[in-house]
């Protein structure tokens, strides 16, 4: 049984920092691609970022870049995102997937298969 588990949301003023973490289970953790969405309130889920299962490749949708830093951990079956110079817009509860496909390279939530229970983010200004 997969599971994925987030943590390390919270409430940070606007120039702030967090670091998620998401701890995976159930899966051979290496093999896959992860990613990180976010949705608020009203809005559909949105991708942030993702990372290749090697960890070489990253991609950040453009309203992140420069700011939010994706990696990944394979010894403790973990991928973070450490999240600098955060933003009210930045507000979401966030969660992590893996796709379908393992090493499938994907922005598209529909193609995510486990997704976790997310951890909110709120910033304020």
């Known amino acids: 049984q997969v599971q994925l588990v987030e943590s390390g949301g919270g409430l940070v003023q606007a120039g702030g920092s967090l670091r998620l973490a998401c701890a995976a289970s159930?899966?051979?953790?290496?093999?896959?691609?992860m990613g990180w969405f976010r949705q608020a309130p009203g809005e559909e889920r949105e991708f942030v970022a993702r990372?290749?299962?090697?960890?070489?490749?990253?991609y950040y949708t453009d309203s992140v870049k420069g700011r939010f830093t994706i990696s990944r951990d394979s010894a403790k079956n973990t991928v973070y995102l450490q999240m600098n110079s955060l933003k009210p817009e930045d507000t979401a509860l966030y969660y992590c997937?893996?796709?379908?496909?393992?090493?499938?390279?994907?922005?598209?939530?529909?193609?995510?298969?486990?997704w976790g229970q997310g951890t909110q983010v709120t910033v304020s200004s």
């Open positions: 990372i290749s299962w090697s960890g070489g490749r990253t």
């Open positions: 159930g899966l051979t953790f290496s093999n896959y691609n």
């Open positions: 997937a893996t796709p379908y496909r393992a090493g499938l390279g994907t922005v598209i939530p529909n193609e995510y298969r486990y």
